[in-house]
């Protein structure tokens, strides 16, 4: 036994207990009270403290480039950060170029990661066309342990509806995810063309030309090519209160219980065609508005989809916060892709040159936790979002996700009573300022441990390049 956490308050999604945590070799191997250590034990007294399992964060874009520019983050910096905010795992993204193979490009951004990362991280795989090629490799993807695939509806690289609906044909064949970037490209680029041509370029035409209707109309033909081919589908960071409707519709009409498999309308016992429909979110869409593109930093919350408007906000959070309901919310997620304030600034008379992307690797899980602390949901409830349901969705259970015996000790300490206010300057990235600037938690990490060690302690980062694994993560996650 290397590690003893003892008396502290155990949260898993499923409950709580007081128990101390016993750690050998990077495993949990004892949740239990009254625990005796070895001679050479290392003991944590956590008395009056939250035992969390890390935050699985499936959505982050290290060393995304854009044009000639590069997002601030490297996967030094970015896992650094990840740490220091109480997230243990990430998921990032290969999108290989056109004509690339897939496995080639999965192992150039290996070799990327590999000596930087600090926590453990696994890949999905972005596919920026579909032929024959792509679609006979996506096998050979999945036996290398990247079991999700990436798709969009927007962007130069969009596919159309029936590279689409091959992707996920393929993907259900070899019991794979298609995650899906939902946006309206023909609704948007005309938007966008209208509001160039009148003039109007500020901040507050991104929102405009990307409001709630252009994403929930993707949304909804997602779910359609999904229905089409029984295929399971993760929609990636949901912004939109009518987009969140009509995956708590498809979620419904299977009687999955949030898209988990779990049937309760078949006579049979067995779901419809499509077995899961996953929807993510992330913090800035539950924190902020549409208002903050008013706002004279207003290119600096520039992403996509954007920010939506108030009742949008609010219907997510209501989602997160009834975690009773069977439908809804599945995962929250971060969507990290910062880019500096220099670069931001090249679209300061003309929002369609500004990089799209927000921090908040470092952030979800204490802004989450905090709401928990302020009453607003569960504890349990923000651990099954940002690290027990990312983890089973994405094939990194029994590992991830969870404080139990046998599962890697990626373990948070928690101080309800910790005050932090969060400023650029008390931040681990790279990037030079924060849309979390100046927001007041109630609560904080003191302590994360990756695999037993320690690698944040209390405003300072302990952890070193190259110490994070890479995951190979399991197939068929639509059986979860």
Not at 31 to 38: A, C, R, T
Request: hydrophobic share 35%; proline share 4%.
């Amino acid at each position: 036994m290397n590690l003893l956490i003892k008396n502290g308050t155990v949260i898993n999604a499923d409950g709580r207990c007081i128990a101390d945590v016993a750690v050998s070799d990077g495993k949990i191997i004892m949740v239990k009270q009254n625990i005796k250590p070895g001679v050479q034990t290392e003991v944590v007294d956590a008395s009056g403290l939250l035992v969390l399992p890390g935050a699985v964060d499936v959505h982050t874009h290290f060393e995304l480039s854009f044009g000639e520019f590069t997002s601030a983050d490297d996967f030094f910096s970015g896992t650094k950060a990840a740490a220091c905010g109480g997230t243990t795992t990430v998921i990032d993204f290969v999108t290989p170029e056109q004509g690339e193979g897939l496995i080639t490009a999965l192992q150039k951004r290996k070799a990327e990661a590999d000596p930087k990362v600090c926590i453990d991280y696994s890949l999905h795989m972005g596919l920026s066309e579909v032929n024959d090629r792509v679609i006979n490799e996506m096998k050979s993807v999945a036996d290398e342990g990247i079991s999700s695939f990436k798709v969009f509806m927007t962007y130069a690289f969009k596919l159309s509806d029936d590279e689409f609906e091959r992707t996920m044909t393929q993907a259900k064949t070899i019991g794979a995810l298609v995650m899906v970037h939902a946006e309206d490209h023909e609704t948007l680029e005309k938007n966008r063309a209208e509001f160039i041509a009148a003039g109007k370029k500020d901040a507050w035409y991104h929102y405009l030309s990307r409001p709630e209707e252009v994403e929930a109309k993707a949304v909804k033909k997602a779910i359609e090519l999904a229905e089409k081919t029984g295929t399971s589908l993760y929609v990636v960071h949901l912004a939109c209160a009518d987009g969140l409707k009509a995956v708590e519709k498809a979620q419904r009409d299977r009687g999955c219980d949030r898209g988990t498999g779990t049937c309760h309308t078949s006579m049979t016992g067995a779901c419809p065609p499509v077995t899961s429909i996953y929807a993510e979110t992330c913090p800035q869409y539950l924190k902020y508005s549409s208002d903050v593109y008013k706002r004279p930093d207003g290119r600096n919350f520039v992403c996509s989809p954007p920010i939506k408007s108030k009742a949008s906000r609010d219907a997510l959070w209501w989602s997160v916060t009834q975690g009773t309901s069977p439908y809804g919310i599945n995962t929250i997620a971060t969507d990290h892709c910062p880019f500096d304030s220099y670069v931001k600034d090249r679209g300061k008379n003309d929002f369609t040159q500004i990089p799209n992307g927000v921090m908040g690797v470092e952030n979800m899980y204490p802004y989450l936790l905090a709401e928990a602390n302020n009453k607003q949901t569960s504890f349990e409830r923000i651990v099954e979002l940002c690290s027990y349901n990312p983890a089973k969705i994405f094939g990194c259970t029994p590992a991830k996700g969870m404080i139990v015996p046998g599962a890697d000790a990626d373990i948070v300490l928690y101080d309800t009573k910790k005050e932090f206010t969060i400023s650029q300057k008390n931040m681990h990235s790279n990037i030079d300022y924060t849309i979390w600037e100046g927001v007041k938690l109630k609560g904080y990490p003191t302590r994360t441990y990756s695999r037993g060690k320690l690698v944040y302690n209390d405003g300072v980062f302990t952890g070193t390049a190259g110490y994070g694994a890479f995951l190979k993560r399991t197939k068929d996650m639509c059986s979860v």
